[in-house]
C-alpha cells in the first residue's frame, strides 16, 4: 500500500517536473525568436536599401565611365535574407512531445474489486450449498431459508458444534469479503500506479530531450541575433559610404567626364577605391546566414570578419582588403554570388546549372535596368546639357 502511493505521488511530480520543463523551454524560444526577428527586420531594409539603391545607383555611375578599371560586380539575389530563417521560427521544427496526465485508477480498480468480490461470495455460497448437504439449485441464492441454512453452516455448523449461528456465518461471509475487495483494491491501484509510473517516466525523459532541444535551439538565436545586429551595423556603415561614394562619382563625371584614363590621380584613386567597396560587400549580401540546424554560419562568420576589415579600413582611410567576389559554402567551395539558400535555410548548394541559370537572369536584369537608366540620363542630357559640363569636356 505505500509502495502504490509512493509510486503514484512519484508519477505526479514527474509529469509536473516534465510540464515545467516543456513551458520553461517555449518561454525561453519564444523571447529568443522575438529577439531574433526584431534584429532580422532591420537588417532586411538594410541589405534591401543597399542592393536596390546604393549598389544600383552605382552599377549606372561605373556603367557610365569608359576604361574603367577591371571590377567584378555580381549580382545580388532579390530574396530577402527572412527566407533563410523563416522555418527555423517555428517550435514545430522540434518534434513536439505529448505528456500523458497521471491517472488515479480508481474507477478500475473498483469495478476490479467488485467483479473479484462477488465472484467470491458466488463461490463461498456454492461451497457452504454443497458443504451443508444442501446442493446446487436454481433456488440456492434466492430461497431464504436456504441461505440461514448456507450461513449457519459458515457460523460453526461445518464443524457441527453446538453454538452454530447465521449471524455468525454472515460476519465471517463479510469479513472474507471485505479481505478481498481491500486485497484486490491493493493490486490493481499497485498495477496502475506502476504504470503511470512507467508512462510519467517516459513522459519525463521525452520532455527533458525536447526542452534541451528547443533550448538550443533558443541558444542559436540568441547568437544570431547578435551576429545580424553586427552584420546590420557593418552594412549600415558601408551604405553611407556608398552614398558618398555615388555623389563623388557624379561629381567627378561632371566636371572630368567619363573618360577613366584621363581623371585625376585622385579621381582615380576614388573610383577604385568605390569599386574595390562595392565588390566586397557583394558577396555579404548573398550569404546563408544559418545552418541547417538553425546555427549561425560560417559563411556568415566570414561575412562579419571581411565585414568589420572593411569598415575599418574605411573609417580609418586605409587600402581596402581585397576580395575575391566569392562566397564560400561550409564545405569550403567556392559558389556563385547569385546563390541563396531555399526557404528552408539549407547550406546545400544548388546544382550548378540552376546556380549559373539564376546568375545570369540576375545579371540580365541588372544590364537592363543600367541601359534604361542610361538612356533616360542620355535623352535628359542632350534636351538640356549642363553649360559647365559643355565647357569642361575634352
Known sequence: MFSTLHNQRRAEALVAEAKEAVASAREAFEEAKEALHAKLVPLDERRGHLAQKSLHRFRELFAKIENEPPVELGPVSESPFSWQIQSHLEDHAVEPVAIEEVKSGKAGAFFGSLIATLVTFVVAMAVGAVGSGLG??????????KILHILEWFGG?????LWANPLIGAAGLAAALLAVWLISWSIFMGKAARRNLARAEASHARALEYA??????ADNFRALADELARLTDILETCDIYMQEFNATLR?????????YSRYKEASKAIVRRSARCASALIPMLNIALVTTEGAPSSQLARALERGDALVAALVEE???????????????????????????????????????????QEAEKVERKSEESEDLEEKSEEAAPPPQEEAKRP
Request: proline share 8%; glycine share 6%.
Open 251 to 259: 561629381r567627378i563625371r561632371h566636371t572630368e567626364g567619363d573618360d
Open 212 to 217: 534541451q532541444k528547443l533550448r538550443q535551439r
Open 136 to 145: 446446487l439449485s436454481p433456488d440456492t441464492f434466492t430461497d431464504k431459508y
Open 157 to 161: 455448523g461445518a464443524w457441527h458444534v
Open 318 to 360: 586605409k587600402p581596402l582588403p581585397e576580395s575575391d567576389g566569392n562566397t564560400l559554402d561550409e564545405s569550403g567551395s567556392v559558389i556563385e554570388p547569385s546563390y541563396m539558400p531555399d526557404e528552408k535555410g539549407d547550406e546545400a548548394t544548388r546544382a550548378p546549372a540552376e546556380t549559373e541559370t539564376i546568375a545570369s
